[in-house]
């Protein structure tokens, strides 16, 4: 068979290296002029740095494997993990129950709920039941209205923006039952995996393996539209660098963009599979990452409980990995996931860089602008997509309702949340219906 697929992300270049592997043809278009999508890395004191931050959680099996079978597994190292909670003005430690039992902002009693609903989370497995109630609800039920304004509804807020109240508990269910596999028994610490390469290295050995296997990638391409015939997606318009743009034909087409990008390719969807596409709605992620001069805090990462602050977590990607990497730097992310709309998102890099300082101060008080060698601001659109209550109806099928057409973006990745790991392994999956199709033809 002859695939072509759009985007060279984690899912796209996961679901060519699937086909080239059983012997079928693959060709990938990106429009960036790079590979590896959200996971793409750029210099920083000589070594390479994702744009956005990026570890692996134990649970993330599908990607722990894709890298031993390119051959980098001895450059994956698992590495403790430091975490707090920036709530009232201090960091608390929150790597361990026994940090729970001591974050005085919430009584005894409330800590104790926190536990033991926390620990209820992470052993059940029927994410089903918590489809129909949101995030809000269930905790505020469970563990008390209390725990809810503390610790999660400035974190929902933070994540999801003006949405915040209508996120499916199953999402968080997700966060916290996926997490429990990367800490070891009783009150072990998170251990968490990050290749040495960097993401992007895993990328590029991976965009190697595809072309040395015969398949296809271009860079700097745009796909203008998807073209479909009488017997379902027969080929691709694209624009290749420097080039006119060109059709080309395939025996099936994937696409890995997100939704509002696919309506546009594929104007031709029926009305139902459409309805599902538009009404996802999509926040941007927006970070600034800052090189310092040393460390901001003792953690690798805080979340901030606090609706004040203008970021919603600080990475410092050099409590984890080595700082050597990156020329003896220490590297610090700060994130957000606003709208394209919001103020927050049209603002520069040296503008968030301003507004950010004197919070900055709240965390480390000893905090100075000198401390400050570089700065870099990057924005990923189509970064978060909202998962509301019984979201399981309304997600779109990999297999589209047009013959030969097949779509593997975020929206698809349910109950987990987006991440590398499920990109990877949907990518495959989406190859193999592929596969699968064509054999039953």
Known sequence: MRVGIIGGGAAGLAAAYELVKQGHYAEVFERA???GGQASTF?????????????????????????????????????????????????????????LLRFRPLSLLQRIRVGWWTFVLQKTRNWQKFEGITA?????????????????????RGKFGEYYDQVSMTWLWGKIYLRVASRGKGLQKERLGYPMGSFGEVFDVLGDSIRRQGGDIHISAGVDRVV??????????????????????????????????????????????????????????????????????????????????????????TNMIDKSLYGGKHIVYLSNYPSRESELYQKSGEELVEEFIPYLRQINPDFDRSWILEHYHHKVDGAQPII???????????????KNLYLANTTQIYPEDRGTNYSVRMGRQVARMVMEDAAAD
């Not at 509301?388 to 047009?402: E, L």
């Open 33 to 35: 002029p790079f590979l």
């Open 43 to 99: 210099e920083v004191g000589g070594g390479q740095l994702e744009k956005g931050y990026h570890h692996l959680f134990v649970s993330d099996v599908d990607m722990v494997a894709l890298i031993h079978e390119l051959g980098l597994g001895d450059k994956l190292a698992w590495l403790e993990s430091k975490v707090g909670l920036f709530h009232g003005g201090k960091v608390w430690d929150f790597s361990t129950p026994m940090d």
């Open 136 to 156: 809000r609800d269930w905790i505020s039920q469970h563990m008390g209205r209390r725990v809810y304004e503390v610790i999660w509804e400035p974190l929902l």
């Open 228 to 317: 479909v015939g009488d017997d379902g997606a027969t080929g691709l318009e694209v624009t290749l660098s420097g080039q006119e743009p060109e059709t080309r034909e395939y025996d099936a087409v994937i696409a890995t963009t997100p939704s509002y990008i696919f309506t546009r390719l594929v104007p031709t969807l029926p009305d139902d599979y459409r309805e599902k596409l538009v009404n996802v709605q999509y926040l941007s992620a927006v970070l600034v990452i800052l090189v310092l001069d040393r460390p901001l805090s003792d953690k690798y990462w805080i979340n901030i409980a606090d609706a004040n602050m203008p970021f919603v977590g600080i990475i410092e990607h």
């Open 388 to 402: 509301g209550v019984n979201y399981s109806q309304r997600m779109p099928a990999h297999r589209t309702p047009i």
